[in-house]
């Protein structure tokens, strides 16, 4: 995927310290197929410091996305930080097998940082997405409610001298349990 959008030439450009700033949007993650966000807005700073035979870049991302909760199915707005720095230094050939270091040809004079984007704000994102309103309680849902509804009341303890009426094959299996345990 080539996006003009995402290359920064540097050929151009002095000795110092030089900022960048792009806005994710849906069309953006569109692009790598990547289809989870139901709507983004995020804000990515890049600040790129070249020096005479190499480049470090620092990115910054913070914002949003649209995401179906992982308990209700609710959408909600998931924020989003995060970083990543990268080193760009040159070489003999293109290699970008190190995720912090990337090796382009001394002929080169821009580098694409869309799949860079790409990753750090997918790998931002939790793997078990939660809606705010669930994990405080204020979220009102029908799948919170079945939940609720079918989850466990109260939890009786056995009394004490009273013995349990279990069935005696269960009790042949714990009496293995007990054995290999000897």
């Known amino acids: 995927m080539k996006n003009k ?22 069309k953006f993650f569109q692009q790598f197929d990547f289809e989870e ?7 990515v700073t890049v600040q ?6 190499m480049m470090e870049f620092a990115f910054a991302a913070q914002g949003s996305v649209r ?7 609710e959408l909600f707005d998931l924020p ?26 001394h002929m080169e004079h821009q ?4 799949q860079y984007l790409y990753e750090m704000v997918v790998l931002a994102v939790p793997q078990k997405r939660v809606h705010p309103g669930v994990l405080d309680g204020t979220l009102e849902n029908e799948a919170i409610e079945l939940l609720e509804k079918f989850s466990v009341k109260e939890v ?6 009273k013995e349990d009426n279990t069935d005696p094959r269960w009790d042949a299996l714990k009496n293995l349990i007990n054995d290999k345990k000897e």
């Open 48 to 53: 790129l410091n070249k020096m005479s035979t």
């Open 67 to 73: 995401v179906p909760c992982d308990v209700t199915g």
């Open 5 to 26: 959008e995402y290359i920064i030439p540097f050929s151009g450009l002095k000795q110092g310290t030089h900022s960048f700033d792009f806005v994710l949007g849906e």
């Open 37 to 43: 966000f139901i709507s983004t807005q995020i804000q």
């Open 111 to 114: 580098v694409d940082i869309a």
């Open 156 to 161: 009786r303890e056995p009394e004490a001298g």
């Open 80 to 105: 989003i930080q995060a970083t990543l720095d990268l080193v760009v230094k040159f070489g003999e050939e293109f290699n970008d097998e190190n995720e912090s270091l990337l090796i382009l040809p």
